[in-house]
């Protein structure tokens, strides 16, 4: 084709079943179709570039390394964030997360009042997150970043759906606490 890749119309399982061939370029589609989201969920994760870019190619390399033995259970996409979603658990064990995050761009039709205002909300609500229990902000990040279903969060984190709802449940508590308390 001219125009753009003899991959881009195959489904994510027919990629994958070239990818265990060694097709470079069915790989190549996968990773654009793939990246942003594992990034920008490892980005949420951690919040760091440079540690959530690191997550992204390990998340990919891992998805290489392991393509012959890929059996579509569950939606690829949730199958790569389960990886990425292991590999951050893995680093918060093996470092502390960096808790120093730079305040979210606010619109500039606000007034500077309500600039203000919405950034102290956005950092609290921001911080109240990254207070919650490892599985507890996966779950609400999960679902409100990345809007997967209850069923897609249990893929991912390998939980029942009950843990899905009870884990959203308690965050969500913990949160309204949290910036109730703060307000």
Same mark, same amino acid.
């Given at each position: 084709m001219i125009f753009g890749s003899r991959h +881009? $119309?195959?489904?994510?399982?027919?990629?994958?079943?070239?990818? +265990? $061939?060694g097709d470079e370029k069915a790989f190549e589609e996968l990773l654009k179709r793939y990246q942003g989201v594992v990034y920008n969920f490892a980005m949420y994760?951690?919040?760091?570039?440079?540690?959530?870019e690191d997550i992204a190619q390990e998340t990919f390399l891992r998805l290489y390394k392991t393509s012959a033995a890929y059996r579509q259970k569950a939606s690829l996409k949730t199958f790569l964030l389960r990886i990425a979603k292991n590999l951050c658990i893995d680093h918060f064990r093996k470092k502390k997360p960096d808790l120093l995050n730079e305040l979210p761009e606010i619109p500039t039709?606000?007034?500077?009042l309500s600039q203000l205002e919405a950034a102290v909300s956005a950092d609290m609500l921001e911080k109240a997150i990254d207070d919650l229990p490892v599985n507890q902000r996966t779950?609400?990040?999960l679902r409100h970043m990345e809007q997967l279903s209850y069923n897609q969060i249990a893929e991912v984190m390998e939980v029942?759906?009950?843990?899905?709802?009870?884990?959203?449940?308690r965050a969500r508590r913990t949160l309204r606490a949290a910036v109730s308390e703060a307000a």
């Open positions: +881009a $119309k195959r489904t994510d399982a027919e990629l994958m079943a070239l990818v +265990a $061939k994760m951690l919040k760091d570039p440079s540690e959530a039709e606000a007034t500077p779950a609400v990040l029942s759906l009950g843990a899905v709802e009870s884990l959203l449940v």
